[in-house]
């Protein structure tokens, strides 16, 4: 299992549009909006790195309005268990 967090940077007036379409895909786990440089985090879950880049690149960022991603990989060591 591959956990990431999708930071995404939308076009202006378009958020909510956006938002709606995100949390529509079977992937998506959670996704938040944010204020700064990126609009919303995007928590997905594949199966594998290649499934996370297949969704990332052929649906998520294929959406009209998203201006940028920048994907965070969640780490496999838990540093609370250890």
């Known amino acids: 299992m591959v956990v990431s967090y ?3 940077r ?3 007036s378009k958020d909510l549009d956006i938002l709606n379409k995100v949390k ?3 992937e998506v ?3 938040i ?4 440089e990126y609009d919303m985090i995007v928590k997905i ?4 790195m290649d499934d996370l880049d297949e969704f ?5 960022r294929h959406l009209e309005g998203i201006e940028a991603t920048t994907t965070l990989i969640q780490a496999k060591f838990d540093p609370v268990k250890g």
């Not at 990332?56 to 998520?60: A, D, G, T």
């Open 24 to 26: 529509t895909f079977p």
């Open 6 to 8: 999708t930071l995404v």
């Open 10 to 12: 939308v076009q202006p």
């Open 56 to 60: 990332i690149f052929q649906k998520l």
């Open 45 to 48: 879950e594949e199966a594998t």
């Open 33 to 36: 909006t944010t204020y700064g």
């Open 29 to 31: 786990k959670e996704v």
